[in-house]
Each structure stands twice: as C-alpha cells, then as structure tokens.
C-alpha cells in the first residue's frame, strides 16, 4: 500500500529565511507526487507536480521540490519566504491503478513570521 | 474558466439527520472525487467518481455514498449523522482521473453536527 510521511507538523521560520518541508514516501510501483498547499478556510491548491523527467520541479512562486527515488523523498524548499507563504503544505502521491486517487501525507503548517 | 464549486460552504447539522453536498467539477472534466478532511485523520479519499460510475472507494462506512449525474457534477450523501461526520469535505475534479492529471479542489463543504 502507499502511504506519505510529512515528518514535520508545523514549521516555525522568520521571514527572508530558507525553508524545507519534508515527505517521505512509501511505493512499489512508479509514482506521481504532488505538493498541494491550504490557506485557512480554503480548499486545495496544486503548487508542484512530477510527474516524470527532471527530478527538479518548481513552481511560479519560489517553491521547488527534488524527487529522489532512492530515498523515496519529495522535499519542499524555498530559499526565502514571505509572511504571505504561511498555510499548510500537503505532500501526496497518486495511488495504484487507473484512478485520480491521491494519498496524503498528515500536513505541514508553516508559520513564517516577521 | 470556473473552478470547481461546491454548495453549501457550511452546514449545521443534528445527530441522525441525512445530509447533501454537491459539488460542479470544472467544465469537461469527468472525473470526480471526495475527500474528507478533519483535524486528527487528516485528508482520507472518500470515492471518485468518472463517467457516472463509481471508480474507487476509501475506506469509510456504507453511511457514505456518492453518485455523479451525466454532466458530471457529483453529489455525496451522508445518512445518520454522528458527531465524527463533523469535517471539511473536499470535492476535486480532473479531466480524466488518471494518476498523471492534474487535480483542482473545490473550498468545500464545511459539514459540523451537532
């Protein structure tokens, strides 16, 4: 079965410093993986995807993710964020089978402050 | 191009009572899903939903069911309620549902009960 780790569950940072998110995850078959992020009272917004080619994907607003299948992770990082990047972070990997099944890992709040 | 919209955005509802939500996928996509989210399981896969027929189901009681109408907009109903039901229910839609296609989100339903 898949499954998604966030190993962090909130992540306090100051403004202008790097951060990462973590996600692990767990499959025996090729995987799609996605980084979805929640600003409070809203649904789901898709920030990064890979799909396949480069393990290095990176979205419109400073964020990248690094797919490295040996350690089975898709870390999120952004060399420099602003208070407008504190929301909660979800990693998610596609499941088995010809469905849009995604499998989500627990959440990460990032609190980034001035 | 409308995004996925669904109705109501909050609901109270009693203990026992049966309740609706729907949810308007983006025009052409015929695939949709249902997640529910809460603060201690997080973001748990109800079922998708794809041409009218259900294609994949979460684990969750038969109290849940879903249907989706022939212009793909989907309903789930929730029939005697208990306070756990209490969650933020997510609907996404995608153009086809596979594994590699993008997902977008609707705000959700906020469902408490009382």
């Known amino acids: 079965a898949q499954s998604v780790t966030q190993l962090d569950s909130q992540v306090p940072v100051f403004e202008e410093a790097p951060v990462e998110l973590r996600c692990n995850y767990s499959s025996s078959v090729s995987v799609y993986l996605f980084w979805y992020v929640q600003y409070p009272n809203q649904g789901l917004q898709l920030l990064l995807k890979?799909?396949?080619?480069?393990?290095l994907v990176e979205s419109i607003n400073g964020f990248e993710a690094e797919f490295n299948k040996s350690q089975t992770s898709f870390h999120l990082r952004k060399p420099s964020v602003h208070i407008s990047d504190t929301a909660e972070y979800f990693c998610a990997v596609s499941g088995s089978g010809n469905t849009g099944k995604l499998i989500f890992g627990q959440g990460t709040t990032l609190q980034v402050k001035p | 191009k409308a995004g996925v919209t669904q109705t109501p955005r909050y609901l109270i509802k009693t203990r026992g009572q049966q309740v609706t939500l729907s949810c308007s996928p983006i025009s052409g996509h015929r695939s949709v899903s249902w997640y529910q989210q809460t603060p201690g399981q997080g973001l748990q896969f109800l079922f998708e939903?794809?041409?009218?027929?259900?294609?994949n189901k979460g684990n969750f009681p038969g109290r849940f069911s879903g249907r989706q109408f022939s212009n793909s907009r989907s309903e789930m109903n929730v029939s005697t309620l208990e306070l756990g039901d209490s969650a933020l229910y997510l609907c996404?839609?995608?153009?086809?549902?596979?594994?590699?296609?993008?997902?977008?989100f609707g705000q959700g339903t906020r469902l408490t009960v009382v």
């Open positions: 939903y794809f041409s009218e027929t259900q294609r």
């Open positions: 996404a839609s995608s153009f086809s549902g596979r594994m590699n296609t993008e997902a977008f």
């Open positions: 890979y799909l396949s080619g480069s393990t």
